[in-house]
C-alpha cells in the first residue's frame, strides 16, 4: 500500500459524520453491493486476464489489478465511514434556531425571491430536492439564525442578504 493511500486512510479514519437513517441505509447497501458484486466480479477479470499467459505484457491483466486496488481502497473508505458514523436524533434539535436538518424559507432580500432549503449532511444534499450541505457556505451562514433574522452570506457570486421566514423540521413540521 503506498504511503499516500496510508495517510488518506489515516485521514478519514478519524472523520466523525453524521447521518439520517436513510442515508446510513443507502452507505450500508453501498458497502454490501461493493463487496457481494463488485468484487467478485473484479477477481473473475482477474482470473481470466491471468489465464491468457504472460502476465508481464498483459494489459487486460494490469488493468484488472487496477481495478481491483481501486475498489479495495472504495471498500476501506466506506468501513471507515460506516464504523464512523452517527445517527442524529432530530427530536432533540431546537426547533427555533436553525440546525442541520432544518428546513428554512429565505427571502431574498434584493430581489424578493423566496427559497427554501433542507440542511443535510454533506453526503446527503441534493440541490434539485432543496438539500443543501450543512457544510455550504448558505448553510454556514444560516446556522444557529433563528425566523426574523437577517444575514448577509459570501457566496462565490457575491454576498446574498436572506430574510428568515421560516424554520420547520420534516418530523416536526
Known amino acids: ?9 489515516l485521514k478519514i479514519m478519524s472523520e466523525i459524520k453524521y447521518y439520517t437513517p436513510e ?10 453491493h461493493l463487496v457481494t ?16 499467459g504472460d502476465l508481464s505484457e498483459n494489459a487486460e491483466y494490469a488493468a484488472a489489478k487496477e481495478s481491483q486496488s481501486m475498489l479495495e481502497l472504495k471498500i476501506s473508505k466506506i468501513q471507515d465511514m460506516v464504523s464512523n458514523a452517527r445517527l442524529i436524533d432530530e427530536s432533540k434539535l431546537d426547533n427555533t434556531k436553525i440546525l442541520i436538518f432544518s428546513t428554512v424559507r429565505l427571502k431574498n432580500t434584493q430581489n424578493n425571491t423566496i427559497v427554501t432549503y433542507t440542511l443535510v449532511p454533506e453526503n ?3 440541490v434539485k430536492q432543496g438539500k443543501i450541505s450543512v457544510n455550504s457556505p448558505i448553510a454556514k451562514g444560516l446556522l444557529g439564525k433563528c425566523i426574523g433574522d437577517k444575514v ?13 421566514i421560516e424554520i420547520t423540521r420534516e418530523n416536526n413540521s
Open 124 to 126: 446527503e444534499a441534493n
Open 23 to 32: 442515508g446510513l441505509q443507502k452507505l450500508k447497501e453501498e458497502l454490501q
Open 152 to 164: 448577509e452570506i459570501l457566496v462565490p457570486a457575491g454576498k446574498i442578504a436572506f430574510e428568515i
Open 1 to 9: 500500500m503506498s504511503y499516500y493511500i496510508v495517510l488518506y486512510k
Open 37 to 52: 458484486v463488485e468484487r467478485p466480479m473484479i477477481s473473475r477479470q482477474i482470473a481470466e486476464a491471468r489465464d491468457k
